[in-house]
């Protein structure tokens, strides 16, 4: 598919980098921001744009003569060439393109600089090919691709964040099933980016997925050893049982065993405060839920709709069409 | 010799710095605004017709970040930022806690973007009250006040070198072009001209402050706010058709994406960004002054990536926020003798170092109410500044009391800040109430989702030398500059202050209606963390040069052209928000500098 560059000016991208980039001491804080994925407005119409991310590349080099990018987002073997960004009509060393990527990849990329194939420097997220070879790695809004964990820690994950949340009520249940029922087949296309079952969660692992890639990266060691610690427990107790299938109890006594600091059978040495844990799984969940979908949970809005069911809660007032009905505000 | 020269250079385009700027270029004067962070447009300003802002949950109070910062002693807390606030690992502010401690305040809202603080704050633009101007003479001869053993009140209050009538001009001023929506009756603070635009409808959960109020016989208005609710013509915004619109939550701690709260980059800046002589840097941090015989010549800044640059100009105005203003000149005097002789001969620079005397009361009400349809505060009430108040009570000076209408109005603010004071214990009262699950958590929402009602009170600290911003001695920001330090407590007597006047708000939502169940009341007398909010003082103005930093004019007393326009110039810090009176003293210095350039 041919490449959609966006117009975005010298300002933009110095705004959005410049923060984390420029200093004389200490390296590059927050990489996660890079590349910037951002709302994309096409000028006419928030259907039209919604179903895409403006994706802004930045390089910092002050020797290159030509910088441009590959990747699974456009032709591999054909660079989108970057400009040199400028202040005071003077070349900044920083180089920068913007393309429209649609909401919900996961994409990998290599910048070319005078011909030479490298990394992105500064953002974080990597990704290795089945030829071994390494990539930078990027995902674009409401991506529910897996890119933190593997299906085993999703599924015990999954089961975990269940016990935080309000929504495995029966009551909440029924109405998190009939929501996605009651959306037409044009809504769920339009709001979900990807087909997934609406489930007890709202997509909650899906957030903590994408939030330790990027924000949270420094927290993603935590989870790693906690869920293979929590399998392995689970395990032990229940010889034979595949951890995630197990029944609500048994993940009902963990949280207690969790909250109180004390699982028996946690090895302290690999990790010493479970309760931690849990607190960082609470946080998570919670934000997770009733965050913007964009960030990955709440699918289609729904833990907006359980508020606005039960509660009074006109969250699609001031929320950007087509997921709200706000028309003046743009996303 | 700077490589370039303006007739202006101001360094900080919030509410000090935009209006001066705008002062200037309305009369033809080339203008440079350098500021340290991004320019964020909203919709109308941008380019390509997004917003930088959004209206989501995770900009106001983001991702979890980790303190790295070394030699203090919360090193590796959590903190949870919003998008342009300062990067607290790269540019810290170090406090002197109780227990002798250096820590990094966490508490964060001084915004680093075009616009500054006025781009999150809540938006509310009250006027101070005529005493807040004399509180020198007003407790001249008192015997009366509380909790004042060692005189204080009386050796260290200080009237403004002029009175409310002088300022009230420029408060008109300041509303007109501002851009602010109210009402007028009721108020303590007489207008010559009435500029507000009329409010929207208040959020019904309102209801039950103007009935506590009312039951009080506490006068009441609709609480200022720099939000349009109307076209605004002197900068060209318009408003959504439909008005009610307007009201969101995503208000205090949130930019506006539509540019109608009312920040000084859509109210002031834009309107005059096609004007010739205007010039604006993003991303540019001024690092320091240099100055030739009490006249700076040189302003040092850094490219937004980082390439040292100077310019000159006829007039140099610092507006950066107060303990960012005071470090500045500070910097600027630790490089150089002659400047620090002259910025703070009299050893007052940094001294004098103030925010507000601030807290109030909460409750639930029995009712549930949409708070998501809501601007920042609905009423507000003077009755606790009128003389008879403060004399009635053994107080040196009042403060102005309003309802919050936006805290707790989303879900994810709403546990975030769940028995949770303030930034330090961000998230901290939702994540220990373990017990706050499945059934138990429908039943915490049941009980407080749209139904938290809250009153705050801003009264005046009461000004002490030991107050004080320093440069920290081993701490350094990014640019391998010392960080601000700050010493900072409270006054006995402002404990005094805040405890009558957190009573009062506890009694607001007392008389508030049947069914309100008050949740708590109290205040800031016993957190010396509260630092990053409403700060002020630092470089006080006066008309003794032994006795202050700045002259009537704002102009350093021993400087020909150096000028500092923020809050840091107040030797009282009021009974009400600052940012309008900011706004005002700012566009009266903008004026008087048009004659000078």
Known sequence: MPVVLIARDDQYVLNHTTRFIARDTGTVSEPFHLPVVDTHWDGASAETSYQFNDVTFVHRDDEAREVGVVGTFGELHTPVPLREVRFLDEPTGLWAATVRVGKGQVHRYRFTVDGRSVLDPVNPQRQRTDNGQEWSRFFTHGCAVPVSFDRWELRLLERLVTQVLPFQLAENRRFLADFYHKLSRSERDRQFPLAFLMDESVGVVNFIDKLLAREERHNLDDYKICLRLIDDVLRARFPGREPAELGRQAFMDLYDELAANQVPGWDHGRYGEPRYFLLLLRRHAMTGAFAHPKHGGNHGAAAWAYLAERFEFDWRAAVEAPLGRNTDYRG | ?597
Not at chain 2, 473 to 486: E, G, L, Q
Not at chain 2, 518 to 524: E, T
Not at chain 2, 569 to 595: C, D, Y
Request: net charge negative.
């Open chain 2, 1 to 597: 010799m700077a490589d370039e020269t303006f007739d202006a250079v101001i360094i900080g385009s919030g509410a000090g710095g935009a209006p001066v700027a705008h002062a200037l270029v309305r009369a033809g004067k080339r203008v440079l605004v350098l500021e340290k962070g991004p320019l964020f447009h909203s919709q109308h300003t941008s380019p390509d017709g997004l917003s930088d802002f959004k209206r989501d949950e995770e900009f106001a109070t983001g991702a979890e970040k980790v303190l790295q910062v070394q030699g203090v002693a919360n090193t590796g807390v959590s903190f949870y930022s919003s998008h342009v606030e300062p990067d607290l690992n790269d540019e810290p502010h170090v406090y002197r806690d109780t227990d002798g401690q250096d820590r990094v305040t966490i508490e964060g809202y001084t915004a680093q973007v075009v616009g500054g603080g006025t781009q999150l704050y809540g938006g509310v633009s009250l006027r101070f009250a005529p005493d807040d101007f004399r509180l020198r003479s007003a407790n001249q001869g008192r015997d009366d006040l509380r909790a004042d053993p060692g005189g204080d009140v009386a050796r260290e209050a200080r009237d403004w070198p002029f009175g409310y009538d002088d300022l009230e001009p420029w408060y008109c001023r300041a509303e007109e072009l501002v851009g602010i929506n109210g009402t007028r009756d009721g108020q303590l603070k007489p207008a010559s001209v009435d500029n507000y635009q009329k409010p929207l409808e208040p959020n019904d959960i309102s209801a039950h402050v103007a009935a506590g109020m009312d039951a009080l016989g506490f006068r009441r208005y609709r609480t200022p706010l720099a939000v349009i609710t109307e076209d605004h013509a002197p900068s060209g915004r318009t408003v959504p058709t439909d008005r009610e619109s307007i009201k969101t939550a995503f208000v205090n701690r949130y930019g506006d994406p539509l540019g109608l709260k009312s920040n000084t980059w859509v109210s002031l800046l834009h309107p005059i960004s096609t004007q010739p002589g205007f010039a604006l840097r993003a991303n540019c941090v001024v690092t320091h002054l240099s100055a030739t015989n009490g006249r700076v010549t040189d302003v040092h800044y850094r490219d937004p990536l980082g390439r040292e640059r100077t310019v000159g100009g006829t007039v140099v105005v610092v507006a950066c926020s107060a303990i960012e203003s005071v470090r500045l000149l500070q910097l600027s005097a630790e490089r150089d003798a002659g400047f620090a002789d002259r910025i703070n001969g009299n050893g007052l620079l940094g001294r004098y170092f103030l925010t507000h005397c601030f807290g109030g009361a909460s409750a639930r009400v029995p009712g549930r109410h949409d708070k998501s349809r809501t601007l920042d505060s609905d009423w507000a009430t003077d009755a606790c500044a009128t003389p008879e108040f403060v004399r009635a009570n053994g107080l040196w000076a009042g403060g102005a009391i309003y309802n919050n209408t936006s805290d707790s109005a989303l879900p994810i603010s709403m546990a975030r800040t769940w028995a949770a004071n303030d930034m330090d214990t961000m998230w901290k009262g939702y994540l220990y109430d373990l017990d706050m699950r499945g059934d138990q958590f429908d039943g915490y929402l049941t009980e407080n989702f749209g139904r938290q009602l809250s009153v705050a009170f801003m009264a005046n600290q009461l000004p002490l030398p030991t107050n004080r911003i320093t440069l920290h001695p081993s701490v350094r920001d990014k640019w391998n500059r010392p960080v601000a330090h700050i010493d900072k407590g409270w006054h006995s007597h402002d404990r005094a202050v805040m405890d009558v006047l957190a009573d009062r708000c506890r009694e607001i939502l007392a008389r508030g209606g049947d069914g309100v169940q008050l949740i708590g009341f109290g205040h800031v007398g016993n957190d010396v963390r509260r630092i990053a909010n409403h700060v002020l003082g630092g470089a006080r103005f006066g008309t003794d040069p032994a006795d202050s930093v700045l002259d009537p004019d704002c102009r350093a007393w021993r400087f020909d052209n150096l000028y500092v326009t923020d809050g840091s110039f107040m030797p009282t810090s009021g009974g009400a928000n600052p940012t309008l009176t900011i706004q005002a003293n700012a566009f009266r210095v903008g004026e008087l500098l048009t004659t000078r350039v």
